[in-house]
């Protein structure tokens, strides 16, 4: 994938080497806006673009287009999940940046910076860029402009606690003040924006603390709010945390109903990581509903899309490791010599791989007990079903006996086996007799009307009228079949 994108720039740059020096600074800008709006609609065509905007900006040497583009390259390779990528475009940025006095900019390279390392895993990198990032927005003079910064942090330093098991009062404080930052914004697109993802956000927390009713308010304000810009980023994560909340509740067709409305946007907005947790809570909501073929479907399609994130990941984390060890070599190198800064370096490289290394394997260790487990649980429910089919193929050889042999046992056998039948008609026919409820429950098992007489020793007449009667208590229309209708009851 890397070598796809260095090829297109090689292409850009050789077709547009005798057109770029038309673009002026005020063109680059432009297309950068353009670019800004497929975002969150074509990552893949926004990616192009902005790869392209820096072709331009850097033929005429425009910094601010320069760090720009390569911020907005950065964030969608980060939406899509290729967050080495994303980290190789903020660093062109930052470079870009060494050279222009904005504060927004600069902000926003390091707050990109921090959440390429939180996606990777490397919290105490991440928190560090994060409030590099924060003290930067501090300096915006743009009152909405550093409000908006200033949010979009708190939000990742909640996002980042979240992820590495901090406590939640810790993720609802940093979501709260996200919030109180945008709240204040008076622009109103930006406003609205800005309050879409806020309001998804603390809707998961109050999910997270089970006040489901606070969770739904402030979900179903993301949605509204997503739906009037169509903001799909923050319709998603409210779809997925409305799925969680009818998954904790047990309301299973309700989940179904919302993971499948996110399963849609996921694969638009080609976020891997959503559409694999999407894939996962699909996978338990069809299984606690008895589709099993949809549960299999669900969790084949989590475990792929997981073995290749994983992947992926690993891949990744060679660009953040190296960028690390380079900022500690500049540090050692003041104070040691060469040779010595060398031997540190590949020693913390060892040890950092090794700590990967064996952090990867736990990790799959655990996703295949888990495999393992599930396997094992089908295994046990198969059996399960295999000795129930067995038991009721010998209880109804033993009820069609008692009926034929007109034994007195037969209405109390009956009414065990078939409990859910006898409830629905006593509820829905309550007045029936012993000796009418026992016509219905020998139509149940298949018994014809000239069968029922000669079991139950009386005259075909008799038989009928009593079928009469019951058509007459239970309303049933003249020309439906009673026995069809038992059947179906």
């Known amino acids: 994938m890397k070598k796809k994108y260095l090829i297109l720039l090689f292409i850009l740059g050789t077709i547009y080497s005798s057109t770029a020096q038309n673009y002026t600074q005020k063109q680059?800008?432009?297309?950068?806006?353009?670019?800004?709006?497929?975002?969150?609609?074509?990552?893949d065509k926004a990616i192009l673009k902005s790869l392209e905007c820096y072709s331009y900006a850097l033929k005429i040497n425009y910094k601010k287009g320069m760090a720009l583009s390569a911020l907005l390259a950065g964030k969608n390779f980060f939406d899509t999940s290729q967050y080495d990528k994303g980290l190789h475009y903020t660093i062109k940025a930052q470079k870009a940046l060494e050279e222009v006095d904005d504060y927004k900019l600069l902000s926003e390279a390091f707050r990109l910076k921090g959440i390429c390392y939180t996606a990777l895993g490397l919290s105490r990198e991440a928190g560090i860029e994060l409030k590099k990032g924060l003290a930067a927005a501090n300096e915006i003079r743009v009152?909405?402009?550093?409000?908006?910064?200033?949010?979009?942090?708190?939000?990742?330093?909640?996002?980042?606690?979240?992820?590495?098991?901090k406590p939640i009062d810790s993720v609802v404080k940093y979501f709260t003040l996200s919030y109180r930052q945008f709240d204040k914004i008076k622009e109103g697109k930006t406003r609205a924006v800005t309050l879409s993802l806020a309001s998804a956000n603390v809707g998961a927390c109050f999910l997270a603390l089970k006040q489901y009713d606070s969770a739904r308010i402030y979900l179903e304000k993301a949605i509204w709010l997503a739906d009037?810009?169509?903001?799909?980023?923050?319709?998603?994560?409210a779809l997925i945390d409305f799925g969680n909340m009818e998954l904790e509740r047990k309301n299973d067709e309700a989940a179904v109903a919302y993971y499948l409305q996110s399963l849609t946007l996921a694969k638009k907005l080609k976020k891997a990581e959503l559409l694999r947790d999407v894939y996962l809570n699909l996978s338990k909501a069809y299984g606690r509903l008895g589709a099993d073929k949809e549960e299999e479907?669900?969790?084949?399609?989590?475990?792929?899309l997981n073995d290749s994130i994983l992947k992926t990941q690993k891949r990744a984390v060679e660009v953040p490791v190296r960028e690390i060890l380079q900022t500690r070599y500049s540090k050692f190198e003041k104070v040691r010599t060469i040779a010595t800064v060398v031997v540190i370096i590949i020693v913390l490289l060892a040890l950092f791989l090794f700590y990967l290394t064996v952090r990867f394997h736990r990790k799959i260790k655990r996703e295949s007990k888990v495999i393992t487990e599930k396997n094992e649980r089908l295994l046990a429910k198969e059996e399960l079903l295999q000795k129930e089919v067995i038991l009721n193929q010998v209880n109804l050889e033993k009820?069609?006996?008692?009926?034929?042999?007109?034994?007195s046992e037969f209405l109390n056998n009956f009414v065990v086996i078939y409990a859910d039948f006898y409830d629905k008609l006593v509820k829905e026919v309550p007045n029936l007799t012993a000796a009418e409820f026992k016509i219905c429950a020998l139509l149940k098992l298949g018994f014809s009307i000239k069968e029922i007489a000669l079991y139950t020793d009386v005259t075909v007449r008799s038989v009928e009228s009593r079928i009469f009667r019951v058509r007459k208590k239970a309303a049933i229309p003249s020309d439906k079949d009673i026995s069809l209708w038992i059947a179906e009851f």
Do not use: H, W
């Not at 909405?144 to 979240?162: E, N, S, W």
């Open 399 to 407: 009820i069609a006996q008692l009926a034929k042999e007109n034994d």
């Open 28 to 43: 680059v800008d432009s297309l950068l806006i353009e670019v800004q709006r497929l975002g969150d609609s074509i990552p």
């Open 297 to 304: 479907r669900y969790s084949d399609n989590y475990i792929r």
């Open 143 to 165: 009152t909405d402009d550093a409000l908006r910064q200033k949010g979009l942090i708190y939000t990742d330093m909640a996002v980042d606690f979240d992820r590495n098991g």
């Open 228 to 237: 009037e810009i169509q903001y799909n980023s923050a319709k998603l994560y």
